[in-house]
Nanobody, 124 residues
Framework: QVQLVESGGGLVQPGGSLKLSCAAS????????MGWFRQAPGTEREFVAA????????NYADSVKGRFTISRDNAKNSVYLQMNSLKPEETAVYYC?????????????????WGQGTQVTVSS
């Protein structure tokens, strides 16, 4: 059974940082591309960042480039999202997602399994 469990969300002040973690129970995790998405109330789920199977290839939404960093540790079946200089408009539920292929995509439909999400609130 595939399971993704996110952690690390919480309340942070504008300009602050958070690091999200996603632990995967996927036997072939090392062969899967992984991504992070977010969804604010009343909006569609949007792409944030993705990483290929080895970690050598990443891509980001334009809005987070230079502030967010996605990484993975295949030995720990985990993927991470370091978020710096957070803005109030980035308040959302952040979701970890995986796909059964090794290359990335930025589309919601391109991911095969999802976590339950972790709330990130950016507020003073």
């Amino acid at each position: 059974q595939v399971q993704l469990v996110e952690s690390g969300g919480g309340l942070v002040q504008p300009g602050g940082s958070l690091k999200l973690s996603c632990a995967a129970s996927v036997r072939t995790f090392g062969a899967c591309a992984m991504g992070w998405f977010r969804q604010a109330p009343g909006t569609e789920r949007e792409f944030v960042a993705a990483i290929n199977w080895s970690g050598a290839g990443t891509n980001y939404a334009d809005s987070v480039k230079g502030r967010f960093t996605i990484s993975r540790d295949n030995a720990k079946n985990s993927v991470y999202l370091q978020m710096n200089s957070l803005k109030p408009e980035e308040t959302a539920v952040y979701y970890c997602a995986g796909r059964w292929v090794s290359w990335t995509t930025a589309t919601v439909a391109g991911y095969d399994y999802w976590g339950q999400g972790t709330q990130v609130t950016v507020s003073s």
